[in-house]
């Protein structure tokens, strides 16, 4: 609802009402396509993809071998940004792209 909520006020869209924001909202819960697309659209959610790739990586075990947890953080993204695969950190990044990241173990 905050996402379809964000969207409306972007576009300036001041004739939403409550009752078109659930209405909106029910229909993304059926339609998981069209959900994808919307919570990908805006900067803003890009910007929640990133913030929480960032702190799944440093929660996780593997960020301990690293000096720059941080640069680290952002070369794997930078390979998860421009896949198609999911936008979410995952614990085999580390091992595909060790090559690239290998300069900052401890």
Known sequence: ?????????????TNMTVGDLIKQSQELQND??????VLTKTSE???????NFVKDF???SESYYFNDKL??????WKHVKHSKQ???YSHDLVKIFSKGISQFRK
């Open 1 to 13: 609802m905050a996402v379809i909520k964000r969207q409306a006020e972007t576009n300036n869209d």
């Open 32 to 37: 998981s396509t069209q959900r994808l697309r």
């Open 45 to 51: 959610e890009a910007t929640y993809q990133w913030n």
């Open 58 to 60: 440093c929660h996780s």
């Open 71 to 76: 640069k680290v953080a952002a070369l794997l």
């Open 86 to 88: 999911p936008k979410r």
